[in-house]
């Protein structure tokens, strides 16, 4: 293989874990001073240490325990309840309690299952956050990021975030400047929805889940 076609596979694998996430899907500075910056560039700064901190684990470190690591940063980061709500659309009013329920802790599972699997390796690869942030509206806003492979290809991931009860979480992903995870999983969702309803989404779900981690998370 010559230089140029291994500068040209590395970019592929680039794109195609972070769209992986889409399709669904050691920090810098202390966690002190993160706090004492809570808009919204800090959350997504937590998140990309956590990241870089699994890769530099990984997969000589069982699932489980980058799983575990990741999770409540994840949860942090994410309002996975909103997410979830939009992505399901006018169905998630209608749903009973209790699917509504398993369906969230299914999704909370899947989301950190996904990024355990797609950021497991690590090869000098890097976060690159713009501390300026764009206005989207209805008081969002949208924090750039890149993240940049060995070879120094980049790959835009940009948040949604939205200023809530628990302070700034992102409400959607933008892979490659307009990609929208939230708008990618609706079009999933909605089509298992449409034929199995809830439970038939929650049952995809958790065997998404298990097939992630190779059978280590239930």
């Known amino acids: 293989m010559t230089t140029e076609d291994g500068v040209t596979e590395r970019r592929a694998i680039l794109k195609a874990m972070i769209l992986a996430l889409c399709a669904g899907f ?11 910056s809570p ?3 800090a959350p997504i700064r937590r998140l990309d240490a956590a990241l870089l901190a699994a890769m530099k684990a990984g997969p000589g470190t069982p699932f489980v325990q980058r799983f575990a690591a990741l999770r409540p940063v994840i949860e942090r980061t994410f309002d996975l309840d909103t997410i ?8 998630w009013t209608t749903l009973p309690s209790y ?24 090869d000098g690869q890097r976060f ?6 764009r206005p989207v509206g209805n008081g969002d806003v949208i924090v750039y990021s890149k993240f940049i492979g060995s070879d120094g290809s980049a790959v835009a991931l940009d948040y949604v975030m939205r200023d809530g009860a628990r302070g700034w979480q992102a409400v959607d992903v933008l892979a490659e400047g307009g990609i929208s995870r939230v708008a990618t999983q609706r079009s999933e969702f909605n089509a298992v ?7 038939a989404l929650t049952a995809a779900l958790e065997q ?11």
């Open 84 to 91: 979830l709500a939009i992505t399901v659309g006018m169905r």
């Open 26 to 36: 050691i920090a810098d500075r202390p966690a002190e001073a993160e706090e004492a």
């Open 39 to 41: 808009g919204p560039v």
């Open 208 to 218: 998404k889940v298990a097939s992630l981690s190779g059978g280590a998370i239930a």
């Open 128 to 133: 690159q956050l713009q501390p300026a942030t």
């Open 99 to 122: 699917q509504k329920q398993r369906l969230a802790a299914a999704f909370r599972r899947y989301t950190v299952a996904t990024y355990t699997a797609n950021f497991d390796h690590y």
């Open 193 to 199: 929805l449409s034929s199995g309803g809830a439970p």
